[in-house]
């Protein structure tokens, strides 16, 4: 499986940018997905998550009810919708995808060792 995201760039603070993930590669079925990002110096965290039929969708603290995870119904391309950017949105955003195991919900959907494939990361930069 390949994610291929893209969408990232220079944003003003208060602005808005979408991100979409696309996966190919398997034929057949959806995959949960999710984002995640990294700053420089930091760890990679926990964005949002979508699951496979786009029913629910679980978010970080820190961006719930700015950022909105939804997907293309028709197949395996996810976007990440953020407003009211903040300088400390900056970081490089990843999506990735679960392939192999189980359906996670809630805060479970943050543990990066369930997900089975990462894409190569769009970078955001907020400017203040």
């Known amino acids: 499986v390949q994610l291929q995201a893209s969408g990232g760039g220079l944003v003003q603070a208060g602005g808005s940018l979408r991100l979409s993930c696309a996966a190919s590669?398997?034929?057949?079925?959806?995959?949960?997905m999710a984002w995640f990002r990294q700053a420089p110096g930091k760890e990679r965290e926990f964005v949002g998550h979508?699951?496979?039929?786009?029913?629910?969708?679980y978010y970080a603290d820190s961006v719930k009810g700015r950022f909105t995870i939804s997907r293309h119904t028709a197949g395996n391309t996810v976007y990440l919708e953020m407003n009211s950017l903040e300088p400390e949105d900056t970081a490089v955003y990843y999506c990735a995808a679960v392939v192999y195991g189980p359906a996670c919900s809630g805060y479970g959907c943050g543990d990066r060792k369930i997900y089975d494939y990462w894409g190569q990361g769009t970078e955001v930069t907020v400017s203040s």
């Open positions: 979508i699951t496979w039929n786009g029913r629910n969708t």
């Open positions: 590669g398997r034929p057949g079925g959806s995959y949960a």
